[in-house]
């Protein structure tokens, strides 16, 4: 049973920084997609970035991109979003999610819905 576990979220003031960890468990995930998306209240479910297991491919959202950095440490099974120079409008619940298919080529699909496995999600706030 894949389970994909979220947290590192909390109340930062605009400027600062947070790192998210996604601990993944229930199988082997070399070869996986791992997604973050995030969600602000009465918003869809927006794409943030993507990486395939491996590290052969990343891909940002226009919005984070220079600001934001996924990366992931096999030896612990855990995806992490760095971010920094955080805005308010950064604030949203964030999701780690798993597919079991390549979703990147020379960009990786945004696409929520071609995600199998979602995390429970972690509050981040950004105060100005």
């Known amino acids: 049973q894949v389970q994909l576990v979220e947290s590192g979220g909390g109340l930062v003031q605009a400027g600062g920084s947070l790192r998210l960890s996604c601990a993944a468990s229930g199988r082997t995930f070399s070869r996986d997609t791992m997604g973050w998306f995030r969600q602000a209240p009465g918003k869809e479910r927006e794409f943030v970035a993507a990486t395939r297991w491996s590290g052969s491919s990343t891909y940002y959202a226009d919005p984070v991109k220079g600001r934001f950095t996924i990366s992931r440490l096999s030896a612990k099974n855990t995806v992490y979003l760095r971010m920094n120079s955080l805005k308010p409008e950064d604030t949203a619940i964030y999701y780690c999610?798993?597919?079991?298919?390549?979703?990147?080529?020379?960009?990786?699909?945004?696409?929520?819905?071609?995600?199998?496995?979602w995390g429970q999600g972690t509050q981040v706030t950004v105060s100005s």
């Open positions: 999610a798993a597919s079991g298919k390549n979703l990147c080529g020379s960009s990786c699909t945004i696409d929520p819905g071609r995600y199998e496995y």
